[in-house]
Nanobody, 125 residues
Framework: VQLQASGGGLVQAGGSLRLSCAAS????????MGWFRQAPGKERECVAA???????????YYADSVKGRFTISRDNAKSTVYLQMNSLKPEDTAVYYC????????????????WGQGTQVTVSS
């Protein structure tokens, strides 16, 4: 699986961005997907993750820092996963990565097998 993330940019605090991650391959629907971010000097952290299902919100994970502001969704027909980010804060500034793994959703970077190239999100105060 090859992943291509896009949609990052510069936004003011309180604004919104939607990240997209397009996947190659015909078995996208078999993969759990995650969005991670890494700020300078910090470890990579999972902000959201979702199982293979498009429809079940039960299988979505959100970091406490983004709950109620970020939403992960996927369109298996388009082999794409999205991260809708609302009410952005300066502390959300980071490089955002999408990742894929076979099996249930997970939250540790070492549990994921495939990574996109990252997209920069900068939130100004």
């Amino acid at each position: 699986v090859q992943l291509q993330a896009s949609g990052g940019g510069l936004v003011q605090a309180g604004g919104s961005l939607r990240l997209s991650c397009a996947a190659s391959g015909r078995t996208f629907s078999s993969y759990a997907m995650g969005w991670f971010r890494q700020a300078p000097g910090k470890e990579r952290e999972c902000v959201a993750a979702k199982s293979w299902s498009e429809f079940s919100t039960y299988y979505a994970y959100y970091a406490d820092s983004v709950k109620g502001r970020f939403t992960i969704s996927r369109d298996n027909a388009k082999s794409t996963v999205y991260l809708q980010m609302n009410s952005l804060k300066p502390e959300d500034t980071a490089v955002y990565y999408c990742a894929a793994r076979l099996g249930p959703r997970a939250t540790r970077p070492d549990e994921y097998d495939y990574w996109g190239q990252g997209t920069q999100v900068t939130v100004s105060s």
